[in-house]
């Protein structure tokens, strides 16, 4: 039975037949397509020392509910934390939290936060047991709707401002996505202070190749955004003022559904460095960080 099934796999996907479908054109200019779509996005943060031990990690997982236009709101359903490997414990106050994602507002002006995400909501979280997260999980947590947005909504649709999506036709092509050396300051309450800056380098989108995703075929494409640079000022509440200087790397894929326009799945993996110095008098140390980021649609 084995050796018949694979005689008929053989004859039904021959190098011909492939090579023919794989060099066609794709067409990723499709809309996302209509109705409510539910996904978990788990990210874990690695934090190591100069010579590479292990000092922390933290694994988060949101689990958002969206729809394909931004008159639906999105919902974050639950969150969960785990600190270094410690068992999972719920956010409270994420639980069945909605907002309006609105793509036109870029937090640079008196308008509100970026793309509409209220901060607020992270001025106080806590752990299962009621004690309150310090501010890198707070500031954790809300990044995270950031990397959904900007995977779900920024690189996963069309571009209407200039390359994007749209202009992969064929597997090898690749486009400098507008997102390329735009500046983003940064806010985050009261603690992170004016003049912390994200400045993307070049952001590139490139059809990859085709897989499946939950018996979906979909187009596999990669982003990249080079070489990025960061600038923090952090003021927490009763601690002194630190400054983080450094670089960034992110890049990943997405499996954009051929017939939805939904991305399925996608990933995400960040690298940096930067110096970080505290206080007037004190020596800078450096911090190495990682990102590991899976979406799925569930």
């Not at 039975?1 to 023919?20: G, Y």
């Not at 106050?93 to 008196?110: C, I, K, V």
């Not at 890198?136 to 999506?165: E, K």
């Not at 640079?229 to 051929?258: A, C, F, H, N, R």
Request: aromatic share 8%.
């Amino acid at each position: 039975m084995t050796v018949e099934l694979e005689k008929q796999t053989a004859s039904s996907t021959t190098p011909d037949r492939l090579l023919a479908a794989l060099t066609g054109t794709f067409d990723l200019a499709v809309d996302k397509g209509r109705g409510e779509h539910t996904f978990d996005i788990d990210t874990r943060y690695g934090h190591y020392s100069p010579s590479g031990v292990r000092l922390a990690s933290e694994d988060l997982t949101l689990r958002i509910r969206c729809g394909a236009t931004a008159d639906v709101p999105v919902t974050c359903l639950e969150a969960r934390l785990s600190v270094n490997d410690a068992p999972a414990v719920a956010i409270a106050e994420l639980s069945d939290w909605s907002y309006r994602f609105d793509p036109t507002m870029t937090g640079a002006d008196a308008r509100g936060p970026l793309w509409g995400i209220p901060q607020d909501r992270f001025s106080v979280l806590t752990d299962g047991q009621g004690n309150p997260l310090p501010f890198s999980l707070r500031y954790a947590a809300y990044t995270a709707l950031i990397d959904f947005h900007s995977i779900n909504d920024v690189f996963g649709r069309p571009s209407p401002f200039g390359p994007g999506l749209q202009d992969l036709t064929a597997i090898g092509q690749r486009v400098v996505h507008p997102a390329s050396f735009v500046e983003a300051q940064m806010h985050f309450g009261t603690e992170v202070r004016p003049g912390s800056t994200f400045r993307n380098g070049e952001v590139t989108l490139a059809l990859v190749g085709v897989s499946t995703v939950e018996q979906a075929v979909c187009a596999v494409v990669e982003y990249d955004a080079g070489e990025s640079t960061l600038k923090m000022i952090i003021d927490p509440v009763g601690g002194q003022t630190s400054v983080i200087e450094g670089g960034s790397q992110y890049q990943g894929l997405m499996y954009v559904d051929l017939t939805s326009g939904w991305s399925r799945r996608a990933t995400l993996e960040e690298y940096m460095i930067a110096n970080v110095t505290t206080g007037e008098s004190a020596e800078p140390s450096i911090d190495y960080t990682t990102r590991h980021i899976e979406l799925r649609m569930l």
